[in-house]
Structure formats: structure tokens, C-alpha cells
């Protein structure tokens, strides 16, 4: 660990011990993530046939944005930057991480449930972590979800459920593998969150809970009850599996309800990236819905990258309530900081910016604009960054451009570079200078890694 980040750290734990005891300012904190989820994949984001009513009940509770983001077309840096409120390349964390390789989430980045920590929260993590490459996950040198995330307890995968989500038996528990369990994965985690909040968390400490569900991400399992919602429906495994991520997100509300903790938590649900790409999983299970936007996973055009979020915080968010000011995945971190009278870390600079406006239905002000560039393989729509109502893309090389004036043309439909040659060129320029800047600070030489992962011939996803 760092000087400064210890310092940072010791300072939160002082301010602790003057201050700062549970209260209705201090409210828990719930993120509940899905994995591939699509941004038409519910209901509430219409679509006509899969059955969501916890989604839609939460949606019912608090506010629904319809410009949510991730930060990353692909998991891990997206996932990095929830925690960090940094944008990928920034934190380490680069690209997918996959079998062998260096890239991780540094432990030098500082993680609001540290931050939390330092002022008498509680912290637990359960489902995937993805912040670490398998050759690295839970072995002897390297961090652990503990140690570089910052949760006094986990039961964490390194990726995804092995064999699937049916009796998954990779994950690991406070750094003691469990083998296998019987049951499907989003039920296993839900459950296990719900012990946590039940029987092992200090009652009388707020607590942060990351609630990481591996649904519906393939290789995909999906309990019979779930597929017999969509019988004799061709997508009706996918389907499902959505149902099941929904039942699990049920779960955990009731136990909320349950302990008498709904009023004094805010939870936020969303995805860390927008469904699997050409519409079907190996050939096996269809993919899911992007709601009619352009691009799948890996891209940086809105299928990709906009995802389903739901934030609810009883007595601060109007319930039923509709936003469609642009939030992202990297803005979860300085939000949370907001709530609880954290203040930024200076030494650093944080892309995201709280969105309590955003929950009112008001406009966010950003100093870095949003920003996209997802590494993966084959070549494609890799890099995109949106100012206002502008949204440039462009390709892996950097030279080639698509311009769309985003909150008219939301399906990306008329690319106007050629038409608006000036508007271009300048949005050209702000995110080739806002790249060259973000690069200085990412990993030295992640490019030869890249190199070396195609002439295997692997794609990072």
C-alpha cells in the first residue's frame, strides 16, 4: 500500500472516531450488479415478454435512468471503475481480464468501501470480482478482494461461475475455496448477502454490500421453474436466466423488508456491460435485447455501453420518479462519497461526479467528459466519448470517426462527421487530448501485452 494511500485511509478512520456514528445521513449502501444484462432485457425498459417485477418493483421505488452507462463495453474495467470513480486505463485495469496476465485493479487505487471503512462502515462483497487475472486470483503474493477492494468479508469468483451458474464451484470464501455448491449462482450469492445482512454484519454499523450477480453472462444455467416461464419460446434459457437474476434482486429486497432496513438503504442496481454480441451465446442460447440501440457487447456504440440503472433511497428519490440525465458506472463512487460527507481524493483525478442532481432529474456537471475505449479482438467501434448531447466514436486506430448528436439520435443511426466537419474535428480533438492524458497514468506497457494476446489468437472478453 502507498504512503498517500494510507494517509488518505488514516485520515477516514480519525474522522471516524470523532464523528461519526449510524444515522439516516449515513444510510447503507447496496450495489447490485448484473453481468451482460442488455438495456431492453427488463420490463421496465420495455421489454414485452421477460417477466421482471422486482426490477420493476425497484423501479417503482426510486428513479430509472434511461442514459445509464457503463464505463467499459466489457466487464472488468468497467467493474473497476464503479469502485475507483477512475476511468479504465487509470486504475490498471485496462481490458478483460482473463487467464494469464499483470493487469489488475492497483492496489494503490482507492475504493470507496475503503473510504467507507474509514468512517465505521461494514463491507462485504459477494459474486464475481474480475479485478485480478486467473494466474493471479487468490494466490500467494497478490491482492485479494479484502486487500485491494476493501471488504472485511467475501465470497467472490475470480470471473465467471465454472461449470455455470448451475452448482457453481469456484468460488472462494475469505481466501478458502468451497468447492462445489449446489443451486444456481444468483441464488447462492443473493443468499449468501442476505446471511451477511442477517447474521454476520455489526447491527449497529451502517454497511456497504457489493452484490455482483454472474447472470446472465454465459456459459448459462437456468433453473426449470425460471425456463418454464417462456416455454416453448426459442430464447427461453436466456429469458429465464433474466427472471432468475430478478428473483435474486427479490431476495435480497425482501430481507431488507425483512430487517427492517429498506427505509435506511440506498440500492442501486445496473449492469457492467450491455449483452454477448451476434445475438447468441456458442451457438446455444440467444443473447439478449439492447433495446433497438446500435452495438452489442464490446462496442463502444450505445448497445454496448448504455445499461439498465435503478437507483432507490427512500425519503431522497421521488418513487416511480424518470431521469434521462447521462450518469455512468464511474460516477457510483463520488455519489456514494457525496452521501456520506467524504471528500474526493485530491492526489488523483476522479472522472466520475456525484448524481444527486441526476436523481431529481437535473443536469450533472462534469470536468472530464465522458469517455469510452474498450480493448478487445477483432477490430471494431472501440473508443467514444460523449459531450452534452454530442457523442463522437471512432475506431482502434484513432483516425476514423462517426459523429451522432446522441439524445435525438439515440440508435446511432446518422453519422453526421461528414456534415458537421468542424463539430467533428473539434470532438476529435478533446478526446484525442483527454486519451493522450488518461494514457499517461494506465499501465506503462499494456500495449505489448495486447500484442502478445493476439498472436495467441485470444480475444479478450
Known amino acids: 500500500m502507498t504512503l498517500i494511500k494510507k494517509t488518505l485511509l488514516l485520515v477516514g478512520s480519525l474522522l471516524a472516531s470523532t464523528a461519526l456514528s449510524f444515522s439516516a445521513e449515513k444510510p447503507n449502501i447496496i450495489v447490485f450488479l448484473a453481468d451482460d444484462m442488455g438495456w431492453g432485457d427488463s420490463a421496465t425498459y420495455g421489454h414485452e415478454l421477460i417477466e421482471?417485477?422486482?426490477?420493476?418493483?425497484?423501479?417503482?421505488?426510486?428513479?430509472?435512468?434511461?442514459?445509464?452507462?457503463?464505463?467499459?463495453?466489457?466487464?472488468?474495467?468497467?467493474?473497476?471503475s464503479i469502485l475507483t470513480g477512475r476511468t479504465p486505463y487509470r486504475n490498471g485495469v485496462w481490458r478483460h481480464l482473463s487467464g494469464n496476465g499483470s493487469s489488475m485493479l492497483r492496489e494503490s487505487e482507492i475504493t470507496y468501501p475503503e473510504l467507507l471503512k474509514g468512517i465505521g462502515y461494514e463491507t462485504c462483497h459477494v459474486g464475481k470480482w474480475h479485478l485480478l487475472s486467473a494466474n493471479q486470483y487468490n494466490k500467494p503474493g497478490y491482492p485479494n478482494p479484502g486487500k485491494q477492494g476493501g471488504y472485511d468479508y467475501w465470497m467472490t469468483t475470480q470471473n465467471n461461475a465454472v461449470p455455470s451458474h448451475k452448482n457453481p464451484k469456484n468460488f472462494i470464501k475469505n481466501g478458502e475455496p468451497l468447492g462445489e455448491i449446489e443451486g444456481y449462482?444468483?441464488?447462492?450469492?443473493?443468499?449468501?448477502?442476505?446471511?451477511?445482512?442477517k447474521e454476520m454484519r455489526d447491527p449497529a454499523k451502517p454497511f456497504a454490500l457489493s452484490i455482483w450477480l454472474h447472470e446472465p453472462h454465459k456459459p448459462i444455467a437456468t433453473a426449470p421453474k425460471f425456463e418454464a416461464l417462456y416455454e416453448g419460446h426459442p430464447n427461453k434459457t436466456y429469458m429465464g436466466n433474466i427472471s432468475q437474476l430478478d428473483n435474486a434482486l427479490g431476495m435480497v429486497m425482501d430481507a431488507l423488508d425483512a430487517q427492517g432496513l429498506t427505509e435506511d438503504t440506498i440500492l442501486i442496481f445496473t449492469s457492467d456491460n450491455d449483452p454477448e454480441g451476434k445475438g447468441e451465446v456458442r451457438g446455444k442460447v440467444?443473447?439478449?435485447?439492447t433495446g433497438g440501440l446500435r452495438g452489442r457487447k464490446r462496442s463502444d456504440h450505445e448497445g454496448g455501453i448504455r445499461v439498465p440503472g435503478i437507483v432507490r433511497w427512500p425519503g431522497h428519490i421521488k418513487a416511480g420518479s424518470v431521469s434521462d440525465v447521462p450518469v455512468i458506472g464511474t460516477d457510483i463512487f463520488s455519489t456514494i462519497l457525496e452521501i456520506v460527507d467524504i471528500a474526493l481524493p485530491e492526489d488523483r483525478v476522479i472522472d466520475g461526479v456525484s448524481m444527486l442532481p441526476a436523481f431529481e432529474g437535473k443536469a450533472v456537471e462534469r470536468e472530464v467528459p465522458l469517455f469510452w475505449r474498450t480493448h478487445v479482438s477483432p477490430p471494431g467501434d472501440r473508443v467514444a466519448m460523449r459531450i452534452g448531447d454530442w457523442k463522437i466514436v471512432g475506431d482502434e486506430t484513432l483516425k476514423n470517426f462517426q459523429l451522432y448528436e446522441i439524445q435525438k439520435d439515440w440508435k446511432e443511426e446518422h453519422d453526421l462527421a461528414e456534415e458537421m466537419p468542424e463539430k467533428t474535428e473539434e470532438m476529435k480533438e478533446t478526446l484525442l487530448a483527454l486519451w493522450k492524458e488518461i494514457e499517461k497514468e494506465g499501465p506503462s506497457e499494456w500495449w505489448k501485452e495486447s500484442k502478445q494476446r493476439s498472436k495467441k489468437g485470444k480475444v479478450n472478453y
Open 52 to 80: 421482471t417485477p422486482n426490477i420493476d418493483k425497484l423501479a417503482s421505488q426510486g428513479v430509472k435512468f434511461t442514459q445509464c452507462y457503463s464505463a467499459s463495453g466489457v466487464c472488468s474495467p468497467s467493474r473497476s
Open 286 to 289: 440467444k443473447g439478449g435485447s
Open 185 to 197: 449462482s444468483a441464488q447462492i450469492v443473493a443468499g449468501e448477502a442476505n446471511k451477511w445482512i
